[in-house]
């Protein structure tokens, strides 16, 4: 099948592999996977950079050196299944929100 046809959980389970250890590749971790590409895709359509919302919970990102140019390509790469030093910096975005992924 298609990378295009693919649902977001498979394209989690691939990105999970080629993180090696770093992802834990579970439905559980999926589903807060979900909540930190959520937290990314509106940082990088926001012009405030550091703090947003998830679940009218506010979520600071100062400090954490992640740019909206990184939250875009951080969504290319899980879009393409490809895990970079770019893409591990979800993992900070996930830390920061207390999630585990």
Not at 6 to 14: A, F, I, S
Not at 31 to 49: P, Y
Not at 82 to 99: D, F, G, I, N, Q
């Amino acid at each position: 099948m298609k990378k295009s046809r693919w649902t977001d959980y498979e394209r989690y389970l691939v990105l999970s592999d080629k993180s090696g250890t770093r992802l834990h590749g579970t439905y559980m971790h999926f589903q807060d996977f979900k909540r930190v590409v959520e937290v990314l895709t509106s940082m990088s359509k926001s012009q405030r950079q550091n703090v947003h919302l998830r679940d009218g919970e506010i979520v600071s990102l100062e400090g954490k050196g992640i740019s909206t140019n990184d939250a875009n390509n951080i969504l290319t790469n899980i879009y393409e299944c490809r895990w970079t030093p770019v893409t591990e910096k979800l993992l900070t975005v996930a830390s920061t929100m207390k999630l585990i992924i």
